[in-house]
C-alpha cells in the first residue's frame, strides 16, 4: 500500500509538496506558544503520593519554596556588612511574590526580664566597636537555633532565608533577588541558591542550548549531507525533511498542552539525528541506481522506491515502537518525549516516501556519477570488513563474546541520581553555590514531617522533641526547625537559663501560656512555618547536606522508620523534596528495566513479522544485545549516573540501532534468493546497503554531536553515550551479524 502511494506521490507531486508545506507552517506558529519548565515536581504525575504528601503539606503551611542568599567574609559581624544584610533584609520584606524573610538581623530572640518574656531582634543596634561585636557574638554563640545554621560556627559566612509565596515564578522572582543585591553592593562575595535558582538557572541554559543546538546541529548535518552524496539534492531533501519533523514534532507541546523540560531539550536533536535516516537510503539507492546509465528517470524512482519500501517502513516503525516504549517510564517527560518523537518521526518516514519521490520526480536525472569504488575511501573500509567476515566469523563472534562479559561487570557499578544540581559543571555558579550551602547552612534538599494532634499537648510535643533530637545526632542532617524546639528555649529562658529546664514542660497550661507569653511580645506569625493556626499541625523541617542519592535515601529510611517505630505516633506525613528526589530516582530505574525489555521484546516481535521468522527477531537482537551491554558498562566504569536524561537511552538507542539490522538482511535476503552464496551476499551487501548504513549511522551520531557544547552534563554524557551505543549498533550489523549469517547460515533468509 505505502508503496502505491509513493507511486501515487510521483504523479501527483504538487498536491503532495503543498501538503506537506501546509502542515509544517500550521505547526510552526504553534511554536511561539512553548513554555519552559525545569521543575522536577512537573516530572511525576499529579496523583503520584509523594507529590500528593507534599501538596498536603503546603496545603497546611503555605509555600515551603525558599532560596538562600549567602554572605561571605572575613567577619560577618562586621559593622558595613550587619548594615548591608539589614538593608537587603528589609528590602526582600518589601518584594511581591517573597512570603517571609530570615535573617541575622531580623531573628527574634528570646529572653527572660523581671519574670516576664521578651522577644526582640538578636541585633537591636549595629555594634560598632569590638566590645559589642564581641558581646553579639557571644549571644549567637549561645543560642542554638541560629548558630551554626543561619550564622556559620567561624563566623565568616551567614545566609538570608527568602520563604516564597506558591505559584511563585522563579526567572521573575530570582530577577528581583539579583536587582536588590546590585542595587545595595558590598565587598562580601554572594550567591544565591535553592531550587528556585537552580531551575531559574536551568530555564535560561535551556533557552540558549536549545538556541544553540537546532542551528548549529542543521549546520553540522547539512556538512555531512554534502559530503556523503556531492550533490545538491541529496542534501536538500533529507535537509527539508528533517527541518519539517523537528517543526511538526516540536509543535505538538504545544497542542497537548505540555512545557518544554530539560529531557525535550532531546528532542529537535534526536529529530535533526534521526529524521533524516529514511532520506538517506532512498538518495543513496537512487544513485546507486543511477549508476545504471541505461535506466530513465522514472524507472530509476520506481526501482528506489520498490526496492526501498518495505525495508524503510520497517525501519520507522521499529524506531516508532521502540520510542513508543518509553510509556512504562512513570516520569511524564520521558512519556512526553516518546511521543513527540514518534510523531516527528512518523512525519520523516511519509517525508521520506512521498516528499522526497515527489521531489526528485520534478528534477532532472542527477548528473552526478560516484567515483570509481576501488579508490573510494568508505568502500574499502567496508572491503575490509567483508575480509574478516568471510575469513574469521568465529573469531569476531568470541571477541565480542568477551567484551559483553567485561561491560557486564560494568553495569554493576551504575549510580541513579537525579540531583538538579548534578546537571551543572563543577565551576558553574550553580554547583558552586550549593557546596557553599552544604558547607555552612545544610544544604537544599529538604524534608518535612508532620504531626498532628493537640500540639499543645506536652505528650505529642514531647515526642516532636524527642524525633527533634534523635534528627540532630544525624552528622547528615541539619538546619533542624521545630516548634519543640522553640518551646524549649522558652522553658529555659524562663528559669533563669537553667540547663535542667532545656526540656518540654510538662503540663498543657505552661505550654499554652509561653505561647501566650510570646504573642505579647512578638509575631504570632513567626510560628506560622513551625505550627498552624489552631494548634492542630505541627511542621518539623530540615535539610541534608549532601545530594547523593544514597544519602538522601539512608536519612529519609532513617525517619520514616523513628516514625513508624514510634507508639501512637502522631507523625502522619513523612514527605518533602527529598522524597520528591528519591521517587523519581526509583521511577527511573523502574521504567529503564522495563522500556529495555519491552522495547527488545517489540521491535524483535516486529522484526520477526516482517521476516516472518522467530530467528529473524532472535537474530536482530544480537548487535543490540551488545550495544546494550557497552551502554550500561561504559556507564558504570566511567560513573555516569542514571538519571532524567541518560534514563531513555535504551529505548532510543534499541529503536534506531535496529535500522542497521533490518537493511543489512533485507538486502543480503535477496542477494540469497538470487543465487548468490552466503560469502558473495555479505559482500554485494555490504558495498552496497553497507555504504547507506553507515550514512545512516554516522548522521545519528554527528546529529547529537552537539550535545557535547550543551551546559548540562547529562545531555553531555548523553551525547557521548549515543555516539558509542549507535556505533555499537553499527558494528553490531557490519560485523557480528554477518559473522552469525555466515557460521549458521539462517534458512529464513533463503524462502
Not at 512504562?328 to 516516501?353: E, R
Amino acid at each position: 500500500m505505502i508503496e502505491k502511494m509513493s507511486t501515487f506521490a510521483t504523479h501527483h507531486r504538487w498536491t503532495v509538496i503543498i501538503l506537506f508545506v501546509i502542515i509544517t507552517i500550521f505547526f510552526a506558529f504553534q511554536l511561539k506558544d512553548i513554555k519552559v519548565d525545569p521543575t522536577i515536581e512537573s516530572m511525576m504525575p499529579d496523583d503520584y503520593p509523594a507529590k500528593l504528601r507534599m501538596d498536603k503539606i503546603e496545603e497546611i503551611f503555605g509555600g515551603t519554596e525558599f532560596t538562600l542568599i549567602t554572605f561571605q567574609s572575613k567577619d560577618i559581624l562586621a559593622e558595613k556588612t550587619l548594615k548591608r544584610l539589614k538593608t537587603i533584609t528589609r528590602a526582600l520584606e518589601r518584594t511581591k511574590g517573597i512570603e517571609d524573610v530570615i535573617s541575622l538581623t531580623n531573628f527574634k530572640d528570646i529572653r527572660a526580664e523581671d519574670g516576664s518574656m521578651v522577644v526582640e531582634s538578636m541585633i537591636k543596634r549595629i555594634p560598632r566597636d569590638e566590645n559589642k561585636r564581641e558581646d553579639l557574638r557571644t549571644k549567637i554563640k549561645n543560642n542554638e537555633m541560629i548558630f551554626g545554621e543561619l550564622v556559620s560556627e567561624d563566623f565568616t559566612a551567614t545566609a538570608i532565608i527568602a520563604i516564597l509565596q506558591e505559584d511563585v515564578i522563579d526567572d521573575v522572582i530570582i530577577k528581583q533577588i539579583r536587582q536588590i543585591l546590585e542595587k545595595f553592593p558590598g565587598d562580601e562575595e554572594t550567591h544565591i541558591g535553592g531550587m528556585p535558582a537552580t531551575r531559574a538557572i536551568m530555564s535560561d541554559l535551556m533557552i540558549r542550548d536549545v538556541s544553540f543546538f537546532i542551528p548549529a546541529g542543521l549546520l553540522i548535518m547539512l556538512i555531512f549531507l554534502f559530503v556523503c552524496f556531492r550533490e545538491i539534492r541529496g542534501v536538500f531533501l533529507p535537509f527539508s525533511v528533517v527541518i519539517m519533523s523537528i517543526i511538526v514534532g516540536t509543535g505538538f507541546i504545544v497542542l497537548f498542552h505540555w512545557k518544554f523540560q530539560i529531557i525535550t531539550m532531546l528532542l529537535p536533536v534526536f529529530l535533526i539525528a534521526v529524521a533524516n535516516d529514511y532520506g538517506i537510503h532512498i538518495i543513496a539507492n537512487y544513485q546507486e541506481e543511477n549508476l545504471k546509465l541505461k535506466l530513465g528517470k522514472k524507472q530509476i524512482l520506481k526501482n528506489v522506491i520498490h526496492s526501498l519500501t518495505t525495508p524503510v517502513m520497517a525501519t520507522g516503525i521499529t524506531t516508532i515502537f521502540g520510542l513508543l516504549c518509553l510509556q512504562s517510564h512513570i516520569i511524564l517527560p520521558a512519556k512526553q518525549v516518546g511521543i513527540l518523537s514518534s510523531i516527528g518521526v512518523v512525519f520523516a518516514l511519509f517525508g521520506s516516501l512521498l516528499f522526497i519521490p515527489a521531489v526528485l520526480s520534478l528534477l532532472p536525472r542527477s548528473k552526478y556519477i560516484r567515483s570509481d569504488q576501488s579508490t573510494h575511501f568508505l568502500e574499502k573500509i567496508l572491503k575490509k570488513m567483508i575480509n574478516l567476515v568471510n575469513k574469521y566469523p568465529k573469531r569476531i563472534l568470541l571477541y565480542t563474546s568477551i567484551l559483553i562479559i567485561i561491560c557486564l561487570i560494568g553495569c554493576f557499578q551504575i549510580n541513579v541520581d537525579t540531583n538538579l544540581v548534578k546537571f551543572f559543571k563543577k565551576n558553574s555558579e550553580v554547583y558552586q553555590t550549593n557546596e557553599i550551602i552544604k558547607k555552612y547552612f545544610g544544604g537544599v534538599s529538604g524534608i518535612s514531617i508532620v504531626a498532628k494532634g493537640d500540639i499543645k499537648n506536652p505528650e505529642i510535643m514531647k515526642k516532636i522533641d524527642w524525633l527533634v533530637e534523635k534528627m540532630e545526632k544525624r552528622e547528615m542532617l541539619g538546619n533542624i526547625s521545630s516548634i519543640s524546639k522553640v518551646i524549649r528555649k522558652m522553658n529555659k529562658v524562663m528559669h533563669d537559663d537553667l540547663d535542667e529546664f532545656d526540656r518540654i514542660p510538662d503540663t498543657r497550661e505552661m505550654i499554652a501560656q509561653y505561647f501566650l507569653l510570646y504573642n505579647m511580645s512578638g509575631d504570632p506569625e513567626d510560628f506560622e512555618k513551625m505550627v498552624d493556626f489552631n494548634f492542630e499541625n505541627a511542621l518539623i523541617s530540615a535539610r541534608i547536606s549532601s545530594s547523593s542519592n544514597d544519602v538522601l535515601k539512608k536519612e529519609f529510611n532513617y525517619i520514616n522508620n523513628l516514625v513508624n517505630s514510634l507508639e501512637d505516633s502522631p507523625f502522619t506525613i513523612v514527605g518533602g523534596y527529598v522524597e520528591m528526589e528519591l521517587e523519581v530516582s526509583s521511577a527511573i530505574v523502574k521504567g529503564q528495566i522495563i522500556s529495555l525489555f519491552l522495547s527488545l521484546f517489540m521491535i524483535g516481535g516486529i522484526v520477526a513479522l516482517f521476516f516472518r521468522s522467530v530467528v529473524a527477531g532472535l537474530l536482530s537482537a544480537a548487535p543490540l544485545a551488545m550495544a546494550i551491554s557497552i551502554l550500561f558498562g561504559l556507564m558504570g566504569f566511567f560513573k555516569i549516573e542514571l538519571n532524567v536524561a541518560t534514563a531513555i537511552l535504551s529505548a532510543i538507542m534499541i529503536g534506531v540501532g535496529v535500522d542497521y539490522t533490518i537493511h543489512f538482511l533485507w538486502r543480503y535476503r535477496d542477494e540469497i534468493k538470487k543465487g548468490k552464496s552466503y560469502e558473495e551476499a555479505i559482500s554485494i551487501t555490504l558495498i552496497t546497503t553497507g555504504r547507506g548504513i553507515i550514512f545512516n549511522a554516522l548522521s545519528v551520531v554527528i546529529g547529537f554531536l552537539v550535545l557535547f557544547l550543551s551546559g548540562f552534563r547529562p545531555l553531555q554524557y548523553f551525547g557521548f553515550l549515543i555516539t558509542v551505543s549507535i556505533s555499537a549498533c553499527l558494528i553490531g550489523a557490519l560485523l557480528i551479524l554477518p559473522s552469525i549469517c555466515v557460521i549458521f547460515k539462517p534458512k529464513f533468509l533463503e524462502k
